[in-house]
DNA sequence: CATAGGATCGCCT
DNA sequence: GGCGATCCTATGT
């Protein structure tokens, strides 16, 4: 049950990264109540170089200057004007790599979960998207956007689940057509098992 | 100031 | 599997 530390966050290879948040749990506190759930799918963006990366070629604007800060830190953003979208920056400071978290098993506070997603009780469906996740955990981009993940209201820790290899599935990202040949890195990793 | 488009979801058929 | 919702962000005039 150990958070993360920031070295994790703040090595330089995004994909590998993304791999190994597999089966880590991401926590909220929100209002004194802790909400947490295993981490089953990621995707990578692999900053200036990657065309889908909301920092590709370098840009910078109000929305994409949190990715330049050092790994560890939340990048959440409101996508489709409805869902907000959690991501962790990575790698070193100035350099805007981050890992989208696109899907959890619900584990703490389910009640709340439930609640919070007008459900009455568990399905495959209830926190198994980018932006049913945040919905669940109650992550939002004027609260958490900027916050550093190693102490409430947000961070993600180690519970010692170890996802063997043989079942991650790696494949292209989902919804960036707009990246061309970007679009086609497996950068996308899921737990088999969670599909 | 006006416009276009988006790292999605849920409801409908 | 198709489509509308919904509004912020970025960009251009």
């Not at 990366?53 to 990715?67: D, P, S």
């Not at 409101?78 to 890992?99: K, R, S």
Request: proline share 5%.
């Amino acid at each position: 049950m150990n958070t993360l530390p920031r070295d994790f966050f703040n090595r330089d290879d995004v994909v590998t990264i993304a791999r190994e948040l597999l089966g880590k749990y991401l926590v909220t506190e929100v209002d004194g109540v802790r909400t947490a759930g295993m981490i089953t799918e990621t995707e990578a963006y692999d900053g200036v170089r990657d065309r889908a990366c909301h920092a590709y070629g370098g840009k910078r604007t109000k929305r994409t200057e949190v990715m330049y800060r050092q790994g560890g830190t939340a990048y959440v953003y409101l996508c489709y004007g409805i869902h907000h979208l959690f991501n962790v920056v990575t790698n070193a400071e100035g350099t805007p790599d981050a890992v989208l978290i696109r899907s959890i098993r619900p584990a703490e506070g389910i009640d709340t979960i439930l609640e919070r997603r007008g459900h009455t009780k568990l399905s495959a469906k209830t926190a198994s998207g980018p932006g049913t996740l945040t919905q669940a955990l109650g992550i939002h981009t004027q609260h958490h956007n900027g916050l550093d993940l190693f102490s409430p209201p947000i961070l993600i820790e180690d519970h010692g689940v170890t996802i063997a290899p043989n079942t991650i599935e790696a494949t292209p990202r989902i919804g960036i057509d707009y990246a061309g040949e970007d679009a086609l890195l497996p950068y996308r990793f899921v737990v088999s098992s969670e599909q």
